[in-house]
């Protein structure tokens, strides 16, 4: 059971509840699946799930699959495990779908009432007759055809006796509507187009702010938790509902999605993304996709906390992406072993330690969590650092290694830098040292003071690793239909070093905490076994603090 947070949804399902308006609860998380979902689909499935949860309810995942043009299986396998991977089972597997047929008779209930009719104009046509915010719509020649005409059409359209486009059925409300949404709006359109699920049965498809209400009723869903963008159509929801022949009357509820700095939140954005291949696919670690952050190295667990700590209400908002980075550092601290990675190597040659001998010294495994104990590390005349630790004239208040320096080597010694050699192109390849024997970290030595300590790997031992470091995806906050615009394209930098013996035989997602450079993962899909590639999750550190 997860901790909850209360928010304004709550309330009003307490109400419910208490008042006697529904004996238990049902919420549904209903993808279309047009593509992967993405963080702000995490909110409504957290959203959902711990609701229903927390009151004794059920939550349905149901496919909201009545878009053939755009809808693939590939999707709904993918929907599927990433719920999975989040920690949560629905109660009942459903699509659109599979009620159809029972769409279809609803369709053909409201047309005996007089309440739906079949219309012959085009898109743009009845798009031009819908009016303004300010001017009334005009009603098509078509709104006053009989009962048994309609029927007939209908049924026309249903057995593939017109083209797409050629028709489509629109229910009979108010073309005055002040609500453009209620101006008889298009409840089916004509698409011959095989369905994922239904192959070639159908070749008209109920529209969604037909099919949505339906599906709920049909489902027994109490409580339909929906984004702001679909508050201007819950009067057509309720219509539906109301004109629905249905004993199940769900409530729609309309919350503000979730909006992230620096990330696209739209699904026809990232898919462009991928198509014009700015990315390596929806699980491109740098995706704000469920699938892409595990890839990446996410858990489960910061990304449910993070969606429950950000609230749900009314009002649109930003959200700082650090805090979600702030409750994956929270999470991986604790779960993290502490190892050492060179990433961007130079080799040092310890000039009077013993070739050929190699000591093994302990290192804590991970201080946040002393549990994990230790491991050995290896010690021996030639170890990699970073380029970086090293200049040949540094600035002041520079405390790496320079020449005619002193600094410590993590869980090691102290080494002195006395010369270097450089290539044709000058730069450094070797830095020749030698190190103090009393100096054994952990020995009690106190006598001298160094101001730089160094991470290193031993190079008899060393494992050869690819690293991948990530930046934003977005380099500002990308507005309109120009957001590839704002592409970053120094978002991902490839680097290739060493990582601990210790290394050697990692597995897909196993997580470090790599001395300096931050939490990293192992790509699941690049990896093999002696080249580990790591995917840097998360920085260390950040300015971002959690109110």
């Given at each position: 059971m997860s901790e909850h947070h209360t928010h304004f949804i709550k309330h009003i399902v307490t109400e419910d509840m208490e008042s006697g308006a529904y004996d238990s609860i049902t919420t549904r998380f209903p993808?279309?699946?047009?593509?992967?979902l993405h963080i702000g689909h995490a909110k409504s499935i957290v959203l959902n799930f711990e609701l229903a949860d927390e009151f004794g309810g059920t939550t349905n995942l149901r496919f909201d699959d009545t878009n053939p043009l755009k809808e693939d299986k590939e999707y709904v396998d993918a929907i599927k495990e990433d719920i999975e991977w989040l920690g949560y089972e629905p109660e009942n597997?459903?699509?659109a779908s599979n009620y159809f047929e029972e769409m279809y008779n609803q369709a053909v209930s409201l047309i005996k009432r007089g309440l739906a009719y079949v219309e012959d104009l085009s898109q743009d046509e009845v798009r031009e007759l819908r009016g303004t915010l300010t001017e009334p719509g005009k009603e098509s020649?078509?709104?006053?055809?009989?009962?048994?005409?309609?029927?007939?059409?209908?049924?026309?359209?249903?057995?593939?006796?017109?083209?797409?486009?050629?028709?489509?059925?629109?229910?009979?409300?108010?073309?005055?509507?002040?609500?453009?949404?209620?101006?008889?709006?298009?409840?089916?359109?004509?698409?011959?187009?095989?369905?994922?699920?239904?192959?070639?049965?159908?070749?008209?498809?109920?529209?969604?702010?037909?099919?949505?209400?339906?599906?709920?009723?049909?489902?027994?869903?109490?409580?339909?938790l929906c984004t702001l963008?679909?508050?201007?159509?819950?009067?057509?929801?309720?219509?539906?509902?109301?004109?629905?022949?249905?004993?199940?009357?769900?409530?729609?509820?309309?919350?503000?999605?979730?909006n992230l700095t620096n990330t696209v939140m739209s699904k026809r954005k990232l898919k462009q993304l991928v198509d014009e291949a700015f990315v390596d696919g929806w699980d491109d670690p740098r995706m704000p996709t469920i699938s892409g952050l595990r890839r990446?190295?996410?858990?489960?667990?910061?990304?449910?906390?993070?969606?429950?700590?950000?609230?749900?209400?009314?009002?649109?908002?930003?959200v700082d992406v650090r805090m979600l980075e702030?409750?994956?550092?929270?999470d991986l601290k604790l779960k993290a072993p502490r190892t050492m990675a060179v990433l961007d190597p130079v080799k040092v040659i310890i000039t009077n330690y013993p070739e050929g001998e190699t000591e093994w010294l302990p290192a804590e495994v991970n201080p946040e969590n002393e549990e994990m104990g230790t491991r050995q590390i290896p010690f021996s005349r030639e170890i990699y650092i970073e380029r970086e630790d090293?200049?040949?004239?540094?600035?002041?208040?520079?405390?790496?290694?320079?020449?005619?320096?002193?600094?410590?080597?993590?869980?090691?010694?102290?080494?002195?830098?006395?010369?270097?050699?450089?290539?044709?192109?000058?730069?450094?390849?070797?830095?020749?040292c030698t190190y103090d024997p009393e100096t054994k970290s952990g020995s009690g030595f106190d006598a001298r003071k160094v101001k730089g300590t160094l991470h290193y790997v031993e190079a008899g031992h060393a494992v050869p690793a690819e690293f991948r470091l990530y930046e934003r995806l977005i380099d500002d906050e990308a507005e309109g239909d120009n957001f590839l615009d704002f592409v970053n394209s120094e978002s991902l930098t490839v680097k290739h070093g060493f990582v601990e013996p210790n290394m050697a035989d990692v597995t897909a997602y196993d997580k470090f905490q790599f001395f300096r450079h931050g939490y990293f993962s192992v790509d699941p899909k690049d990896s093999s076994p002696g080249a580990p590639v790591f995917n840097r999750v998360v920085e260390l550190k950040s300015s971002f603090k959690l109110k």
């Open positions: 993808p279309e699946p047009n593509g992967y597997l459903r699509f020649p078509a709104r006053n055809r009989s009962v048994e005409e309609n029927l007939e059409l209908f049924e026309q359209m249903r057995s593939g006796a017109f083209a797409d486009g050629e028709k489509t059925l629109r229910a009979k409300i108010d073309m005055s509507s002040p609500n453009i949404n209620l101006r008889d709006p298009v409840l089916y359109r004509i698409s011959h187009t095989d369905h994922h699920n239904t192959g070639s049965d159908w070749c008209i498809y109920p529209m969604y702010s037909f099919a949505h209400p339906l599906e709920d009723a049909i489902e027994g869903v109490t409580h339909s963008e679909f508050e201007d159509q819950r009067p057509l929801y309720d219509w539906v509902i109301a004109k629905a022949d249905l004993a199940s009357e769900p409530k729609q509820i309309e919350f503000a999605r979730l990446r190295g996410f858990t489960p667990e910061s990304i449910k906390q993070f969606c429950r700590e950000i609230g749900v209400s009314k009002a649109d908002n930003l702030h409750f994956l550092r929270e090293f200049m040949e004239d540094p600035p002041k208040k520079y405390f790496r290694l320079f020449p005619n320096n002193e600094v410590r080597i993590k869980h090691a010694y102290f080494i002195h830098c006395h010369d270097f050699k450089k290539d044709e192109n000058g730069r450094v390849t070797e830095l020749y």
